[in-house]
């Protein structure tokens, strides 16, 4: 599927999303983005995409503590380094992560995760989700709706901490 509009707006879970294509951003970043924002929204009614946490690092995905302004939920759409993943990790130990890739095996990531779970103390899980090559396909349909689940997705929950 190919899109050439820059501007996408997307429903899913009765909520609206609107979303911008950069120049030079493939548009399965934006999907997974859109998708990660549909899985988590049901858990963290308040996330949004493309919020600055005042961090050096920008999540895809957030959802904000409104007491303390601290992240709750922290998704990522493509590739996050080792240094990133141990540094967000250690930083925000109370903070569900969700990393997600575009047909891409989850090993590859899945070590670095669990070489930084298991230096620090966390009180939250990691994600690691896998959407499949036609996900473009099957959870957007023509008119902006996504419509994803669980069971679609392959996932991983990394360490023992519970949400």
Do not use: C
């Amino acid at each position: 599927m190919r899109h050439l509009r820059r501007k996408l707006t997307l429903r899913a879970n009765g909520d609206r999303l609107v979303l911008v294509k950069r120049k030079q951003e493939r548009i399965e970043h934006v999907w997974m983005k859109a998708f990660l924002w549909a899985l988590y929204r049901p858990d963290y009614p308040e996330s949004a995409v493309e919020v600055d946490v005042g961090d050096k690092y920008k999540p895809d995905v957030v959802a904000l503590d409104r007491r303390r302004g601290r992240p709750r939920f922290w998704g990522e759409a493509g590739h996050v380094g080792p240094d990133k993943i141990e540094a967000l990790l250690e930083r925000y130990a109370a903070t569900h992560f969700a990393l997600a890739k575009w047909d891409a095996p989850l090993d590859p990531i899945r070590e670095p995760v669990e070489a930084a779970v298991h230096d620090v103390t966390r009180r939250a899980p990691v994600d690691l989700l896998r959407f499949p090559p036609d996900s473009g396909e099957r959870f957007l349909d023509g008119k902006g709706r996504v419509s994803v689940s669980w069971d679609e997705v392959g996932w991983i929950r990394v360490g023992d901490a519970e949400a």
